[in-house]
Antibody, heavy 122, light 111 residues
Framework: EVQLLESGGGLVQPGGSLRLSCAAS????????MSWVRHPPGKGLEWVSS????????YYADSVKGRFTISRDNSKNTLYLQMNSLRAEDTALYYC???????????????WGEGTTVTVSS | QSVLTQPPSVSGAPGQRVTISCTGS?????????VHWYQHLPGTAPKLLIY???NRPSGVPDRFSGSKSGTSASLAITALQAEDEADYYC???????????FGTGTKVTVL
């Protein structure tokens, strides 16, 4: 069964750091683009960051650029999101998602995890 | 700030048909980028409903269909059922942002 399991969320003070993990199983992890998507309370889904299957190329939403870093360890079938300089507006349920498609203009997210909650508050 | 605009809410009685619009621009939908649709119950994993404009993954009922024209796309739900109550999001790629974009989201209520 194809599965994604996020972990690492929690309560952190403004300006603090947190690292999220996403353990993948049931598919060849190293073949697929992966992303982080978040859902702030009372708002809509927001794409956060993506990485190519090799991890060489990474992409970020303007709202997190320079503060968040996406990475992956294909030997461990795990995706990461290092979040620094956290702000109240980063409070959200964070999902990891597997992509499918032939190129960026066609990629869609066919498998999602259940998410991990990040709360930024003093 | 979403670059894909959806109506905040739509509603219909059981058995009726509802449609959800998704309006983009020349840098995403209008540029020929595919549109995908997700069904989301807050607190749970979003579910892929439609991919590449009008394709259904296996297991998605044919009551759900997608279409695209110009800088807009639409999701139609026919024979509305109580279990269809959820939030629905469109998603595409934006070439000027070099990233993925979601719609503002639409809450579907079954009366």
């Amino acid at each position: 069964e194809v599965q994604l399991l996020e972990s690492g969320g929690g309560l952190v003070q403004p300006g603090g750091s947190l690292r999220l993990s996403c353990a993948a199983s049931g598919f060849t992890f190293s073949n697929y683009v992966m992303s982080w998507v978040r859902h702030p309370p009372g708002k809509g889904l927001e794409w956060v960051s993506s990485t190519t299957n090799s991890g060489v190329s990474t992409y970020y939403a303007d709202s997190v650029k320079g503060r968040f870093t996406i990475s992956r360890d294909n030997s461990k079938n795990t995706l990461y999101l290092q979040m620094n300089s956290l702000r109240a507006e980063d409070t959200a349920l964070y999902y990891c998602a597997k992509h499918k498609g032939s190129r960026p203009s066609k990629y869609y997210m066919d498998v999602w995890g259940e998410g991990t909650t990040v709360t930024v508050s003093s | 700030q979403s670059v894909l605009t959806q109506p905040p809410s739509v509603s219909g009685a059981p058995g009726q048909r509802v449609t959800i619009s998704c309006t983009g621009s020349s840098s995403n939908i209008g540029a020929g980028c595919d549109v995908h649709w997700y069904q989301h119950l807050p607190g749970t994993a979003p579910k892929l409903l439609i991919y590449a404009d009008n394709n259904r993954p296996s297991g998605v009922p044919d009551r759900f269909s997608g279409s695209k024209s110009g800088t807009s796309a639409s999701l139609a739900i026919t024979a509305l059922q109580a279990e269809d109550e959820a939030d629905y999001y469109c998603q595409s790629y934006d070439s000027s942002l070099s990233g993925y974009v979601f719609g503002t989201g639409t809450k579907v209520t079954v009366l």
